[in-house]
């Protein structure tokens, strides 16, 4: 039996599933409102030769094809700007469909590389609190990249194994448990997928994925809600792992029926291979990669009704200007963000105001961090909550990218805006010569800022004596 066959007797259409699974998958993007509104994103790319088509299901989300090979995407000035984010269609469902609202505290267990958290975090206006965790802290790298590139004020990221995540971290009206499967729904990203036998595909993972469950269960709190997901179409790993949870936590979770307007899915199953999965299974859903032209994936929603939740009293408010007082050297760190906050307002002219409605946290005693004033991250050790604003550490302390990119919208001077030729040598991280009215516009040596199409990129150091602009853009980010 093929890899697709072992499902064609679950599935609608299994010509149009097999021909679907099997076809490359298009690009798809969401809008970061928190930079720029999906008009405008439209407006940019559009002249590049991107052609973008609004998701039926998700009006800030397009489908996007390339008319003329124009490179990638993701090296495009308004990714690297944060203006939108690269994330595969059916891999939005599961964030669009927990929905978090405005004053809940959110749990992301499985969250690297961080494209569902991005989502919720954006959606909930960059306040509030997305906890995003993962196993594995070198898949927490891309995760930390994508908050800093997005200009994320609201998520703390914790590396913790899911299955026993502490107590510490509090309650959640939410938890998203999006838990490592077989993937067989990304095989139109990675064919070789189904060239493997199923046998081997679907994973013995099922125990891990009940005992994920049972965790995010029991750190939400009751009348909360909680998301399971995968990414394949094994029923072993879905429904199965839905009805052994029901059936272990009998009384404390039950399925609530879920829907989105404009999306195409079809019923989870109630029988598999002989056996049988309690009715409700059926509100839980499939999403098979014909019905919407996407990947596969799976979605169950359940609702906390009792048991016990572990409650505990809400983690502490961060004070402002929380730094550690452990090192002697307190106050020189103070002074040194003070003086941070001195350049943003004189060089820039910042009002210091745009920072009253944040905490500034000094843990890593390296970078000055920045969170919502309304965040409340957990209260546990390999905790990195918000943005890091000023690098503290160097000779001469260093305003950041993200911190560029987040409050540079209300600089008034020493900005850059760069020609198309600036901008290209300035994401090299290769050194620009300003024009006469650049130059003029520049209160002499130092940092300035670069923006184009109003979009601020990031930070630039100017000489005036060689009228050059060097690029501090991000290694780790530039465009090569
Ligand atoms: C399907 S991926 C998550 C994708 C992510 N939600 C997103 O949208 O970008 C599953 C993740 O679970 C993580 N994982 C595996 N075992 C885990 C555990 N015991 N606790 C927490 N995370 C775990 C893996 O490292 C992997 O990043």
Redesign the pocket.
Known sequence: MTALARYYSIVDDDKAFAATARRPQPLFVWTNTLRTTSRQLVDVLTPDGYELTPLDWHPQAYRVSCQNGNGRLGNHWAYLAGWFHIQEAS?MIPALLLDPQPGERVL??????????ALMAQALGNRGTVVA????WE?IRPLRSAIDRLGLLNVSVTC????AYPHTAGEFDCV?V????SCEGTSRRFPGLLKRPPTRRISKRFR?QQL?LEAAIRRCRVGGRVLYS??TYAPEENEAVVDAVLGEMSGTVRIQPVSLPGLKSAPGLTAWAGQSFQGDLRHTIRIWPHLNDTGGFYIALLEKIGGDSHKMSDPPEIAHMDFQTASGSTQQRLDDAARMFDILGERFGIDPSVFSDLQLLNKSRRDIYAVAADHRPPQMAKCISGLPLFHMHLQYPKLTTSCAAVFGRKAVRNLIDASPGQLQAYLARKSFTLKKDQALACDGSGYVLVRYHNAVLGVGFYDQNQDVVASLFPRSRAAM
């Open positions: 891999s992301d267990l499985c969250a690297a590389p961080g494209n569902k958290t965790n993962d196993v594995f898949r913790h194994d899911g299955t998203l999006d838990v490592p499967c891990k994920l995968t990414c």
